[in-house]
């Protein structure tokens, strides 16, 4: 299997299974320099691990990651680093009864029909699982972050949970931490509890929309025409599994908005332009403006369900499916930590292209 790899200058390609013995991802492109721990991107997947509440898979994971090569006394040596995450408790029985059957919603038909060989124990390379290791290539690219864009911030959390969207005017960043479903919203997160709760037990899921935030995006990254800054960060939260819409800034809603409401009108500050509103999401042309750079997908509901399905096997009959094992009834609450991985490893990647083409020879304004 081909195409496992994205990125231009900051390459990350990831390698595994969900059932196999270990995941992981070789980060090629690192600046040499930057502080790389263990303990430091542990932080961000212990965020994204299963098993820490009863609203996400209860498979238990430490999810500890380890450092293979790339790095020496603490920081990058400038060489692939190799990140590898052992999977320690695969229940792979679980799956023995869709061997031959195809989950609707999932990918194991399409697999079955591309490779004519799948992995039917959580769904191999499909599973959510591979996500681990998206995480922890983030976490180098953050490190990498901090050093090179010190101002810069990356903050995801959940919009929508089914049907139920935040109340914007109750928006409260301090509540994203606080509650299961990083919702910064503290009455949505008592609402969505007892929602997702009876989701839960009876045996169904749902979907969700995630929004990252990144703050203190430095202006001109991203290029023309083919490798615009939006052009990547809409292809990166699209190779999330489960995700199946993205949009920048108000995306879809600027459909419908006449010209002179989507433009965002721009004034002179004591420290540069100044944007009256930021409809197109910190982005303008390909190109970051310098305003917060804001990126938002939809999460499909989880194919793994207790709900009896139709279904075909691989020979063709028609028959019904229930898939047992541990499963999230709303994925995208562990996408959150996704989102932002994908978001700094875009970002890191277009700063070095930037870098290594530009430099400091930007226009200045005032």
């Known amino acids: 299997m081909s195409l496992n790899t994205f990125g231009h200058l900051f390459r990350v390609t990831t ?5 196999g013995p270990a995941l992981g991802a070789t980060v090629d492109g690192c600046p040499p320099g930057v502080p790389v721990t263990e ?15 009863k609203y996400t898979t209860q498979r238990r994971e430490a999810d500890e990651v380890e450092i293979l090569s790339g790095v020496f006394e603490g920081l990058s040596t400038g060489t692939p680093i190799q990140l590898m995450i052992r999977n320690t408790d695969q229940r792979s029985k679980d799956y023995g009864d869709i061997a031959e ?4 919603g999932h990918a194991d038909i399409t697999y079955w029909q591309k490779y004519g060989i799948r992995d039917y124990r959580g769904g191999g390379r499909s599973s959510a699982r591979e996500t681990a290791a998206r995480v922890a290539a983030g976490g180098v690219a953050r490190a990498a972050l901090a050093q090179l864009a010190p101002g810069l911030t990356i903050t995801g959390y ?18 994203i931490e606080r509650n299961p479903f990083w919702v910064p919203d503290a009455q949505a ?34 290029a023309p025409i ?41 004034s002179m500050g004591e420290a540069g332009p100044v944007y009256g509103s930021n409809h197109a999401g ?33 020979s063709g009959e028609e028959t019904e499916i229930v898939t047992k094992g541990r499963h999230d009834p709303c994925v995208g ?34």
């Open 282 to 314: 910190g982005i303008l042309g390909g190109i970051s403006t310098g305003q917060d750079v804001v990126v938002r997908f939809a999460v499909k509901p989880t194919s793994s369900i207790l709900t009896p399905r139709k279904t075909i096997t691989k």
């Open 189 to 222: 997160a008592e609402d969505w509890a007892s929602y997702l709760d009876g989701l839960r037990k009876s045996g169904d899921s749902v979907g969700a929309v995630i929004e990252v935030v990144a703050s203190g995006v430095p202006a001109g990254l991203g």
């Open 333 to 366: 609450i562990r996408a959150v930590p996704v989102g932002e991985a994908m978001m700094a490893c875009v970002l890191l990647d277009h700063l070095l292209l930037h870098r290594g083409q530009v430099g400091d020879r930007g226009g200045k304004i005032g």
């Open 39 to 53: 303990e430091a991107i542990q932080h961000w997947l212990d965020r994204r691990k299963p098993g820490q509440n």
């Open 226 to 266: 083919y490798g615009k800054l939006d052009t990547d960060l809409a292809a990166a939260m699209m190779s999330i599994n489960a995700v199946k819409g993205v949009e920048i800034g108000d995306g879809m809603a600027a459909a419908a908005l006449t010209g002179s409401q989507n433009a965002d009108e721009i």
């Open 101 to 104: 059957k195809f989950r609707p």
């Open 15 to 19: 390698w595994g299974e969900s059932h």
């Open 158 to 175: 959940m919009v929508q949970m089914g049907p139920n969207g935040i109340n914007r005017e109750l928006f409260d960043a301090a509540e």
